[in-house]
């Protein structure tokens, strides 16, 4: 089993496409490596793409306010996105970006073997838990994939665009610390 490290080495030196060119740096995960909980979010943005850490931003800050609003620490969990380099003007990952990328997502989950993945947003949860998957419908719905409890949450930058929605993800929110607290008793 590789550790997080050598999988980051690969991840830095990554040129598998575009994006390896117009990258800062990779953005590669953040978090306790033996963490029961792992949030993977779409891509890095700018904020990301700089200092080389995911949800840093203006987005990354308000993630921070609802799991401090549930009681859970940053620190004890894993964050990482569905692509490790910041995609130009932040637009939507394309599928050939995604496919080159997955496989990094992959051996982090089979190395810190989380017991819930959260999904942050349309973009990680189409990827995740099933292409067709609606955001608005289906978030704070729960899946069992092999081992992981999956579900998937508002994108956090959805929630600064439409601050309505806040209630339903503070639900969410905690449902899952409910379950992350059952699944570690
Ligand atoms: N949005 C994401 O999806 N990921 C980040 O790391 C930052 C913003």
Redesign the pocket.
Known sequence: MQDLESIRKKCAECHECELGNTRTNC?FGVGDPDADLMFV?????EQ?DLSGE??V?R??QLLDKYLYAVGIERSEVFIT?ILKCRPPKNRDPLPEEEDACIGFLREQVKTVKPKIIVC??RIAAMRLIKPDFKITKEHGVWYEKGNYLMTAVY?P?LLLRDPRKKEEMLVDMKVIKEKYDFLRQ
Request: charged fraction near 10%.
């Open positions: 953005v979010g779409e891509a890095p943005g990301e995911p949800f931003g987005a990354g996105n942050l947003g994108h930058a």
